[in-house]
């Protein structure tokens, strides 16, 4: 890991922002300019799991370029998410930290390979996953020798739906007591609603977790992905000011 990034990680709290998807270096280019005063950690996905078949998924390894390409012009780190085996290798020659999304949660041969790597894995906790398989899921990594972990809340399935997701709060900070492991919140896909995304990181901070990743985006409305939960970067400093 190189050495700015282990101090990141060892911050008491960090923050990973940035837009859904990769879509233009432009529109990456732009955003990160905005919100990196406030930002550690730049994200961008350039595969995208997507539930219903024909929206945006991603610009693959053209997006993986933009994302070092403004990941060193901004000298931030990065992450974006890998969905599949067969890409590991061309994802972590791009980034500086993987992340293995909700979906993928029990994906145990993805699992497995991130294991091998030497790379932070950001691991989501799945979208019905209960705290013990989230953390046997991280065990999975932690067995092929890979330690460098760092969990996420994300949102959980309930019966409530006035928001995307139901965010376990009590959760993350039970896996952050049990694991010993850096558990962030990512309260954007979490409520799906921009008007929560502040309390929330306050709220985060205040409890003593790690860090929370929080999607922002040059010109929200016209986001290829998740667009009603995307900050502006004027929004997405608000937060911290
Ligand atoms: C994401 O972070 O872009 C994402 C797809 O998140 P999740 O896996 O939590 O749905
Ligand atoms: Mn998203």
């Known amino acids: ?49 997507r539930t219903f078949p024909g929206s945006f998924e991603g610009l693959g390894e053209e997006g993986l370029k933009i994302l070092k390409e403004i990941g060193e012009k901004f000298q931030i780190p990065t992450i974006t998410e890998v969905m599949d085996t067969r890409d590991i290798e061309l994802v972590a020659k791009y980034t500086d930290i993987l992340q293995i999304g909700a979906r993928n949660m029990q994906n145990y041969p993805l699992l497995k390979e991130a294991g091998k790597l030497k790379k932070p894995i950001l691991l989501k906790r799945g979208l019905g996953a209960k705290i013990k398989e989230w953390l046997a899921a991280a065990e999975y990594i932690k067995k092929e020798g890979n330690l460098q972990i760092i969990l996420c809340e994300r949102g959980i399935r ?7 997701f139901t965010l376990d709060f009590a959760g993350a900070i039970l896996a952050k007591q049990i694991s010993n492991l850096p558990v962030i919140i990512d309260p954007s896909h979490a409520t799906g609603k921009k008007e929560l995304i502040k309390p929330l990181v306050l709220a ?15 010109k929200p409305k016209e986001a290829l992905c998740d667009a009603d939960q995307a900050l502006t970067p004027e929004e997405f400093n608000e937060i911290f000011s």
Not at 15 to 28: D, N, R, Y
Not at 158 to 164: L, M, S, Y
Not at 204 to 218: D, N, P, Q, R, T
């Open 158 to 164: 309930t019966f409530e739906n006035e928001t995307r």
């Open 204 to 218: 985060s901070k205040a409890a003593g977790l790690s860090g929370v990743m929080i999607e922002a985006h040059i």
């Open 1 to 49: 890991m190189n050495k700015e990034l282990e101090l990141i990680l060892k911050k008491p709290f960090f923050v990973i922002a940035g837009p859904c998807a990769i879509e233009s270096k432009k529109q990456l280019e732009q955003t990160a300019e905005k919100i990196i005063s406030h930002t550690d950690i730049l994200r961008g996905g350039a595969f995208k799991p």
